[in-house]
């Protein structure tokens, strides 16, 4: 098992409910999609108001150097970003 720390921007900072949310285990060999569907089930779980799974899917994730493209596979414990998509001008 790897350990991660998910730091929480924009929208998702609302959902901050302390070190149970930002610290969690996941199976080597993860990808970006199984670290979304931990924190949308940890969410859930959490906040049964939580609705907003779609903007989940939509936000990036980020390590301390990079955005994660779909392809990343989490070899090690790290701290990751979830960065929800924004708009303006």
Partial sequence: ???IQLRLFGAFRKYELGESLLRFQIPAG???KDV???VAARLRER???FKEEQ???DSALADES????NHW???RGCTLALL???CGG
Avoid: H, R, T
């Fill in 73 to 75: 596979v989490a070899a």
């Fill in 30 to 32: 993860s990808s970006v």
């Fill in 1 to 3: 098992m790897i350990d």
């Fill in 47 to 49: 906040v049964p108001e």
């Fill in 55 to 57: 903007l989940l899917e």
């Fill in 84 to 86: 929800p998509p924004v």
């Fill in 66 to 69: 990079q955005v994660l493209g």
């Fill in 36 to 38: 979304k569907a931990v």
